[in-house]
């Protein structure tokens, strides 16, 4: 394509102050040179005037439609980029040539204007048809080589294609036009490649190929000749990120990457190994440090961040470093929140020990109590027994105790088994049983303590231990550490809250107590005399008065609380602090804040304590009248669980009674028990712990080893003769919790697939413990429970390979996922619920309509068969009188409702059933918390004659 001949070249430098250059510093003058057909005459350095006034008033020249570039440094025509000086060159003072850079379009040509009339070219807007605020503003850097010389080819970025606020290239696109140079001018050029934001794929080697060349080194590609040719701008240019592959197929799709499926958790090891508590079946023996997050906060249970949201309401005000729970938060399960537990169930944060039974004997249940520290006395304190002490390598102070016992077996024999608690500086211990019969082959007269530690804590070094010493110092001392956390003694706060005060010295600061704070106080315990009492005083002075002269004392659940009342303590005039009063309350955990009616909303903020943890806020309503209510507020700690009983929706109203009493006075003792697991708690009782150890391993030891020990043959674990082993299985009959890592789920899933509303990625990871009196699912990120339940409130359960759906108490059902061989731990699993419970394997059904399109059975609100006709397809199939339905159509009875189950009996196409059959009697098969009563007997839910019949009772069973 030519160009007109009236087109001439220019060259043009610009100084640093325009179009911001790369390279800063001191520059030469701005000077340009015309290269004119014929050069010469005054029009030259006429022109050359003008165009460096041009410059001079920061307007360079540009093309509309083209972008220029940063060029190589040339300093003739002839030596482009060499960057050397040269006599030849022409310079407005008279010097000679210096280096110079070049401006290039897209095309590679230079600039092209006309010098009669440079900024008149039909290519640039002009008049009205020029862009307000425009102006040719490219950051030109010097113009392209002289006539004849080929050009390197640099993309350029039209002045319209973008720009932010301020920009010199804002501005509308000109008017389209015919002409193919304009066109090519303005042609945007192509996006440089970015990288992607998902994660590279990891480093793998080379890739396999298949076919005739896999495994052949492929020599790489040669470049092309214009690539060459081109190659030192590549080299100059800033080199781009490297590109990262997409680790998503659906990426590629724009759809949402897909979640790995959680990994199944590590099973404590030795897999027959019966534990004794909750907290035996967390222990770790390579613990990792403790972090400084509060979900990193090891058995602290903190809920998940959606359900530690701070709130505020008219009672509190949300605080950082705080959660607020204003009711209706409800229990934290499998799977989310849930509906609190109804007697005789527990709490999931009140399972402790597993090996007994564990009764709720009232309404709240104490939570966080780690019930399981009391083994030692129970099972080792005052019988023959054997300690080691030592100072491991990895674990740091290590304890051992071990004691054989023998118990009678239901067939007549005997049963012998090792006790066992290994004890470290992490606040966990292990904690259970394991059977004699479980253990390998050993010599006659039993297994050496050095075979014993071998194969239940292979991690140990058994080299590092010695026998205790005899002292009576040595019990006591392991009775002390191991009970550090049993208290039966709390102290709480109490602060008066007045009518329109808020902050901590407006409620240290009250001298006398009001008539609904009094009213408060006397529902909440009894007012004694400090001097002279002799029961739990909490640090309060009860010869001298010097604390004050009385206090509120109370007890509940065979626990002690004295109360650090604000208005009770000595109060101190002109002193704002009021530190007599403060030296008190501050120091504890557990406040509770009173506040009368137009009180303004507390903010734990406020209050500058390292103690408090739990505020407890209690508003009265209509004190002091028949009509008395109060409603409750808490704020926690972030690093503090949560903790029951859980508050209605709105925190209340509770009216004044000893149901309220009791409901306040056991958050109390459960909030104290969880911010146990603070950090800062935390690292005091494991200082405390460690002191401890280190003293026992330092100085109540004798130079006896293991390996002494076991030639000596000790009596307690060698006194008697070994009965042969019983082969496998032998473990499923201890009494202690067995365990299995699982990924487990709400809902049964059956063979259809999952439950409305349970999908398959909400499986948890979670450790399985099945004793003879419950089963647990522990969740080993945060050391919660998450699912509880008595084994005799198992009702069925259905199982494939790697599958097992569990139904329990009124009909609801968990799924549990298994890891390893196929069918080896359902195996395992199923043996032992049959060994532990009352339930068996259910049955699935497809139940046909018959020409009427009758299902041919009658069934209660329970979900009781209580009639089947005969001849029918439901009697064909198996149905029996007495059998339970569990699941109708993939759906439990109790997510459906009765309606919805009647409603898919009476119109399903193809009914489906999951069926709990009798017992061999014939007699339906009830969970042990179900008691007969006439106001709980259900109506009929659907008969077959597919009439849906109303029903009184609203409990399932």
């Not at 980029?81 to 070049?102: A, H, I, L, Y």
């Not at 005899?470 to 208290?487: G, N, Y």
Request: charged letters at 20%; proline letters at 11%; glycine letters at 12%.
């Amino acid at each position: 394509m030519g160009f007109p001949s009236q087109w001439r070249q220019i060259i043009c430098l610009v100084g640093p102050g325009l179009g911001g250059d790369p390279h800063p510093g001191p520059r030469p003058q701005p000077r340009c040179e015309w290269e004119l057909g014929n050069p010469g005459g005054p029009r030259a350095a006429q022109g050359s005037q003008a165009l460096r006034a041009k410059v001079a008033t920061a307007q360079p020249l540009a093309l509309p439609g083209a972008e220029l570039e940063e060029g190589a440094e040339t300093s003739a025509p002839g030596r482009r980029g060499s960057g050397q000086e040269s006599g030849s060159g022409f310079d407005g003072r008279g010097g000679g040539r210096k280096p110079t850079r070049v401006g290039r379009t897209r095309l590679g040509a230079g600039f092209l204007f006309s010098p009669q009339a440079p900024l008149s070219s039909p290519l640039l807007p002009q008049g009205r048809n020029r862009p307000a605020g425009w102006a040719p503003t490219t950051r030109a850097r010097q113009c392209g080589p002289a006539p004849g010389e080929p050009g390197p080819q640099v993309r350029g970025t039209p002045m319209w294609a973008g720009g932010g606020v301020g920009s010199p290239r804002r501005g509308p696109a000109p008017a389209p036009t015919d002409d193919l140079f304009a066109r090519k001018l303005r042609q945007p050029a192509r996006p440089p490649l970015t990288p992607h934001t998902f994660e590279p794929r990891p480093t793998r080697g080379p890739l396999v190929r298949s076919g005739s060349d896999a495994g052949e080194a492929r020599p790489p590609t040669p470049a092309s000749p214009r690539a060459r040719a081109h190659s030192h701008e590549e080299a100059s240019r800033p080199a781009a990120p490297p590109a990262r592959f997409f680790s998503d197929p659906l990426a590629l799709l724009g759809l949402p990457a897909e979640e790995p499926e959680p990994e199944f958790p590590p099973v404590p090891e030795p897999r027959c190994f019966a534990h004794y508590d909750v907290q035996s079946l967390l222990f770790d023996w390579s613990p990792r440090p403790r972090g400084h997050g509060a979900q990193a906060e090891a058995g602290s249970g903190t809920p998940a961040a959606a359900q530690d949201q701070t709130a505020s309401s008219d009672l509190l005000l949300e605080a950082p470093g705080f959660v607020s729970e204003l009711g209706g938060e409800g229990e934290l399960g499998l799977g989310g929140p849930v509906s609190p537990p109804v007697p005789p169930s527990l709490p999931n944060a009140a399972v402790s020990v597993l090996e007994e039974p564990q009764n709720r004997t009232s309404a709240y249940s104490l939570e966080h109590a780690d019930l399981g520290a009391g083994y030692y006395r129970k099972y080792f304190y005052g019988k023959e027994h054997q300690n080691f002490f030592g100072l491991d390598e990895a674990l740091g102070p290590v304890a051992v105790s071990l004691r054989r016992e023998e118990k009678e077996s239901s067939g007549g024999g005997t049963l012998h088994s090792y006790r066992i608690i290994v004890r470290t500086t992490q606040l966990r211990t292990l904690r259970g049983t394991i059977s004699e019969d479980a253990l390998p082959p050993g010599p006659p007269r039993g297994l050496s303590p050095r075979k014993l530690l071998e194969h239940v804590a292979p991690r140990l070094s058994p080299t590092c231990l010695r026998l205790g010493s005899a002292s009576p110092k040595v019990p006591r001392t392991l009775l002390t550490l191991d009970e550090q956390v049993l208290s039966f003694q709390r102290k709480v706060g109490i602060l008066y809250c007045r009518a329109g005060q808020g902050s901590e010295e407006e409620m240290y600061n009250n001298q006398e107590a009001g008539p609904a704070f009094m009213q408060f106080l006397t529902l909440l315990g009894d007012v004694v005399r400090l001097k002279g009492f002799e029961s739990y005083r909490a640090q309060l002075d009860t010869k001298t008065d010097s604390t004050g002269t009385h206090s509120l004392y109370t007890t509940y659940q065979d626990h002690e609380i004295m109360f650090h009342v604000s208005t009770m303590l000595p109060y101190t005039p002109n002193n704002q602090q009021q530190l007599l009063r403060k030296r008190h309350i501050g120091n504890d955990i557990v406040t509770i804040v009173f506040q009368e009616p137009g009180s303004k909303p507390f903010c734990p903020t406020t209050i500058r304590s390292h103690f408090q943890h739990i505020f407890l806020v209690v508003r009265a309503e209509a004190p002091c009248t028949p009509h008395t209510s109060y409603r409750v507020a808490v704020s926690r700690t972030q690093d503090t669980p949560a903790f029951g009983p859980a508050l209605p929706p709105g925190g209340g109203p509770f009216a004044a009674n000893a149901d309220f009493r009791a409901l306040l006075l056991a958050k109390a003792l459960n909030g104290e028990q969880a911010a146990g697991h603070a950090r800062q708690f935390h690292a005091m009782a494991t200082r405390t712990r460690q002191q401890y150890l280190q003293d026992l391993a330092t100085n109540e030891v004798t130079t006896t080893s293991l390996d002494s020990a076991s030639r000596f043959g000790l009596p307690s674990l060698g006194g008697r003769r070994r009965a042969a082993p019983r082969g496998p299985g032998a473990e499923l009959q201890a009494a202690g919790a067995l365990v299995w890592g699982v990924r487990a789920a709400p809902g049964a899933r059956g063979a259809a697939g999952a439950e409305a509303g349970c999908p398959d990625g909400a499986e948890v990871p979670c450790l399985l413990g099945i004793s003879a009196e419950a089963l647990v699912l522990v969740a080993p990120r945060d050391g919660r429970v998450v699912f509880n339940c008595a084994c005799r409130d198992v009702l069925a359960w259905t199982f494939s390979e790697q599958r097992l759906d569990l139904y329990y108490g009124r009909g609801e059902a968990i799924t549990l996922r298994f890891d390893g061989s196929p069918g080896q731990a359902v195996g395992e699993v199923v043996a032992r619920l049959q060994l532990v419970s009352r339930g068996c394997e259910t049955r699935e059904l497809a139940l046909p309509r018959d020409g009427q399109g009758r299902l041919g059975f009658e069934v209660d609100a329970a979900g009781f068969i209580t009639h089947v006709e005969r001849f029918t397809f439901a009697e064909t199939t198996g149905l029996r009188p007495g059998a339970r339905l569990l699941r109708v159509c993939g759906q439990t009875l109790p997510r459906l409702g009765p309606e919805a189950a009647a409603q898919l009996l009476r119109s399903a196409p193809k009914v489906c059933v999951t069926v709990l059959p009798p017992d061999d009697s014939g007699r339906p098969r009830r969970n042990l918390a179900w008691r007969p009563s006439s106001e709980r007997t259900p109506r009929l839910l659907f008969n077959h004659s597919e009439r849906l019949v109303s029903y009184a009772s609203k409990e399932a069973n």
